[in-house]
């Protein structure tokens, strides 16, 4: 059977890590962030799918050794 947590904790890993880079590169521009009051939301967002696809990874390599 397949465990559907890895594609989707990779998946997120994946996102998470790219969209975390994306805040830190353009954490210098102000004006991209108006609309959110001045905050990075690609940060925080991205720290959010990255911990969550790594709870997946954890998940599911804890289900395997059972």
């Known amino acids: 059977m397949v465990d559907i947590r890895i594609p989707i904790g990779l998946m997120f890993s994946i996102f998470g890590v790219i969209v975390t880079g994306y805040g830190l590169f353009t954490i210098s521009d102000s004006e991209m962030y108006v609309k959110s009051l001045g905050t990075n939301v690609n940060i925080i967002m991205g720290l959010i ?11 599911a390599k804890r289900k395997k050794k059972a």
Do not use: R, T
């Open 49 to 59: 799918m990255l911990a969550f696809g790594l709870v997946m990874l954890y998940l």
